[in-house]
């Protein structure tokens, strides 16, 4: 099983639809969750950072986290055709005993307008 | 301005040769990265560093080296040995590990010719 795993892309929706993007990570003590945005050719930018069960919003982001479950999700309201992007979940992993950040695949999103 | 700067932006390199990557970093971070991203790919973690004068392997470090000598440095070496170099690469800071954000830099893009 792959540390971090994201819904398979690229997912499209009509511009001012919700876009879901959806994150499952292996390590159980796992404790802080991140949603990273990356436009083509260009390097990561950080949207979301969530560290307790429950939802947080910012915006037009909501992140929710479900530790039970380890599953992480990020919501975007109102999708504009600017949110297309790829979006990277990441999970902090202390495996080795060292506090690291693992990326998932990502997942690549279409807003049409 | 606070951030992370990687120089240069494009590289090229010829075969046999090894090239370093410059990463530079002035938000006072502890921890520091290096990552891997090849087309329409995650981002790959090649080595990682929590203090100065100690470094970790990633999940791919084969024929990289990296030095982490002072606090705002982390350069990273593509030696002869790595065979398949051409990728985008990354370099990302966070205050205290994988438990905090991580901010990347801009991005250097290797190419072998």
């Known amino acids: 099983q792959k540390e971090v795993e994201q819904n398979s892309g690229p997912l499209s929706v009509p511009e001012g639809a919700i876009a879901s993007l959806n994150c499952t990570y292996s390590d159980r003590v796992s404790q802080s969750f991140f949603w990273y945005r990356q436009y083509s050719g260009k390097s990561p930018e950080l949207i979301m950072s969530?560290?307790?069960?429950g939802d947080k919003e910012d915006g037009r982001f909501t992140a929710q986290l479900n530790k039970a479950s380890q599953y992480v999700s990020l919501l975007i309201r109102d999708s504009q055709p600017s949110d297309s992007a790829t979006y990277l979940c990441?999970?902090?992993?202390?495996?080795?005993?060292?506090?690291?950040?693992?990326f998932g695949p990502g997942t690549s999103l279409s807003v049409i307008p | 301005d606070g951030g992370i700067t990687q120089s240069p932006k494009y590289l090229f390199r010829k075969e046999g040769q090894n090239v370093t990557l410059s990463c530079e970093q002035n938000?006072?971070?502890?921890?520091m990265y290096w990552y891997r991203q090849d087309p329409g790919q995650g981002l790959r973690l090649i080595y990682y560093s929590q203090i100065v004068n100690d470094f970790q392997k990633g999940d791919i470090a084969e024929g990289y080296s990296v030095s982490r000598e002072k606090k705002e440095s982390f350069p990273l070496t593509v030696t002869s040995a790595q065979k398949n170099p051409t990728a985008f690469y990354l370099c990302?800071?966070?205050?205290?590990?994988?438990?905090?954000?991580?901010?990347f830099g801009q991005g250097t893009r290797l190419t072998v010719v």
């Open positions: 938000l006072n971070h502890d921890a």
């Open positions: 990441a999970v902090n992993s202390v495996k080795t005993s060292y506090d690291k950040v693992i």
């Open positions: 969530i560290y307790s069960n």
């Open positions: 990302a800071s966070s205050q205290t590990g994988g438990n905090t954000e991580a901010f």
